[in-house]
């Protein structure tokens, strides 16, 4: 391992990739946390992993990032050394499982129609036309699938697009029929494993609270007790690089509370590690009378990277991520409630208790919406008796089939009434709408922007050719096999950042290889004739 004496590490983001990457440093590299810098824009840390509100004016999380026991490799080894702030003596990962066995995901309730009725989605739904085309796009090279959409592999079975399974996969990992292809196909290798219980999710695995205050809060706190520097409200403008061959960073421009310019010189032996592009960049907020605007202008995170991937070579293309807004959006909206009413008749309608289903989804819903109704309390301060669930849309600009208007110009009240016809309460809406504390709708531009179809050059790697104290980390770097959108991809691009710049000679954990297991893949065979 490099000599760290007075070398400083300055992280450009402070998601969870970039606190993954602190702890390493400590943890693995015996790193003084004195020497490590976190810049993050926002007021707050944790990045696309956030959960904040109040009892009085309502909780919001602007997604939820699905956990998974069998394939988060690096997650649960790196929290398996984080202490639970909640619990002496055991780890946040122990937390986690501990919690989640007890809770366990089985919905009930996976796919609705229009009608309310809850769909029986044993069988996938497929034909031999859409069993044929899926195993030649398993066999297919990815290497020749670059800037595909999934729609274009299906183009001559477009039955596919009506399977049981369509619906559920895509509403799970919120896929679009316009989506990356080869991204596609890595999800469906990566979660093999998945796909024979997808219609009931059991591997989705939970947190006892919402991901921020579960993950993000004992990492800081680990953190903090070995003195990391943060500096909020510190938004990065610039890199500078050493001229000639090679990648060097020599300076990070930076704006303090949007105001003032700053420069931070870097020396010989300081590292750099950038968050290359934010899903959450341009997030809105609305509430119960207000929708959330949308404002795709300036993302932040993809105007960084865009300014330094033309001054050296190997550092990725941010357009086709952060180049269409119309396609990379979608809508969630959290329910704040002063009962459980609402949530003892979702329960009796889906068969499953708060914390046991998973997405329920309105299969013919003009929004496409989804609702996830987590275990209660789902934040730390949510008072006696106040319940919170959650749900999003994926079609945002198309009419309600009752609010006769596109879900991104809708209140969060209209987004409820959108939801209560649905399940279907129409007899019931005055009486649950008294228990209603906020409803916050929130837009976000570019939440799937990591999904756009694109070429396997556009990603930079982790550590780019050629670079000698410089890496990047995001959902947008390119680490083989493995699949955005997903905790571990942040965590994974940290340690390969982290080991490979501080010459580490340690193992990270590889993928799990369930598609190469006989039993895996027998059980999918099985599952897609059912």
């Not at 477009?158 to 049981?164: D, G, L, Q, S």
């Not at 959006?329 to 003892?344: A, G, P």
Request: aromatic fraction near 10%.
């Amino acid at each position: 391992m490099k000599n760290s004496n007075n070398k400083q590490v300055y992280f450009v983001g402070g998601g969870l990739a970039s606190l993954s990457g602190a702890a390493y440093l400590i943890r693995d590299c015996n790193f003084d946390g004195k020497n490590i810098h976190i810049l993050e824009g926002m007021p707050i840390l944790g990045g696309s992993n956030d959960g904040n509100g109040t009892a009085k004016n309502g909780f919001v999380c602007r997604g939820g990032r699905m956990l998974n026991e069998e394939t988060y490799e690096n997650f649960w080894e790196l929290f398996s050394s984080i202490p639970s702030i909640e619990q002496d003596g055991i780890s946040v990962t122990d937390e986690i499982l501990t919690f989640d066995h007890a809770h366990p995901t089985h919905s009930n309730a996976r796919l609705i129609n229009k009608e309310g009725e809850v769909l029986d989605v044993m069988s996938m739904g497929f034909n031999t036309e859409d069993r044929m085309s899926l195993l030649k796009l398993m066999r297919t090279p990815e290497e020749k699938l670059d800037n595909l959409k999934i729609s274009d592999w299906f183009v001559g079975t477009p039955h596919f697009f009506e399977t049981n399974f369509w619906y559920m996969w895509q509403t799970t990992f919120a896929f679009q029929k316009w989506s990356s292809l080869f991204e596609f196909r890595r999800y469906m290798n990566r979660m093999m494993f998945e796909f024979s219980r997808i219609q009931t999710l059991e591997g989705v695995t939970r947190t006892p609270y919402n991901q921020y205050d579960s993950v993000i809060l004992p990492l800081k706190a680990y953190l903090t007790n070995h003195s990391v520097d943060f500096s909020l409200k510190c938004t990065a403008t610039d890199l500078d690089f050493d001229e000639g061959e090679g990648i060097t960073a020599t300076a990070i421009h930076y704006t303090e509370d949007g105001v003032t310019d700053h420069l931070i010189q870097l020396h010989n032996g300081d590292i750099c590690i950038v968050t290359n592009g934010c899903m959450t960049d341009c997030a809105t907020l609305g509430d119960f009378k207000n929708p959330a605007p949308f404002m795709d202008q300036n993302p932040i995170s993809a105007n960084l990277w865009a300014k330094i991937a033309v001054k050296k070579e190997g550092l990725g293309n941010p357009k086709p991520f952060f180049g269409n807004s119309q396609e990379t959006n979608w809508e969630s909206f959290t329910v704040t409630m002063n009962s459980n009413k609402l949530l003892k008749i979702i329960e009796k309608y889906s068969r499953n208790v708060p914390g046991s289903g998973a997405l329920m989804t309105f299969k013919e819903s003009n929004w496409l919406m989804s609702i996830v109704v987590a275990a209660q309390p789902h934040f730390k301060g949510q008072i006696e008796d106040q319940t919170v669930f959650w749900g999003y849309g994926l079609y945002t600009t198309t009419n309600g089939d009752y609010i006769k208007k596109p879900m991104r110009d809708c209140t969060g009240e209209e987004i409820l009434l959108e939801l209560l016809h649905h399940l279907p309460l129409e007899d019931e809406v005055n009486e649950i709408m008294k228990d209603v504390v906020n409803v916050i709708p929130c837009m976000m531009p570019y939440i799937v922007s990591q999904f756009q179809p694109h070429a396997m050059a556009d990603r930079p790697k982790v550590v780019p050719e050629g670079s000698t104290n410089f890496a990047m980390i995001s959902q947008y770097v390119e680490i083989p096999e493995d699949m955005v959108f997903t905790e571990e991809y942040s965590v994974r691009a940290a340690r390969i950042a982290i080991y490979t710049l501080m010459g580490l000679d340690k193992k990270i954990c590889p993928i799990t290889p369930h598609r190469y297991d006989v039993r895996t893949l027998l059980k999918a065979v099985n599952t897609s004739y059912r």
